[in-house]
């Protein structure tokens, strides 16, 4: 455990990024696995839906789509922008081999 203030502030600091990136983690892995079971089912609509924005029965967005997570993940330097620019370009081949 750290013993000087800064430290200890540091460490606070620490947990909290911990905490908001884990979240954007777990959000990029949900639907991540939605887009990756739309993929299997051969269902495009779907995983268009899922890659570009979620919408409800409204046409309304309740949910931020695959590419705009993935975005958010490289602007709040969670992941690099390679990586991201190599998962973009994966998700989309997925989508144009089944359609």
Known sequence: ???IASAK????????KRARNDN??????EARVAFEKAIKENNVEA???IFL?????DGK???????SIIDKLVK?????????????ARFVKMMKAIS
């Open 53 to 57: 924005n979620q919408k409800d029965a």
């Open 9 to 16: 502030k540091q460490l606070r600091q620490n947990k909290r």
């Open 76 to 88: 709040k330097n969670i992941i690099h922008k390679n990586n991201w620019a190599r998962k973009k």
């Open 1 to 3: 455990m750290p013993i």
């Open 47 to 49: 995983a268009k839906n």
């Open 61 to 67: 967005t309740k949910k931020a789509g695959l590419q």
């Open 24 to 29: 954007y983690r777990e959000l990029y892995r």
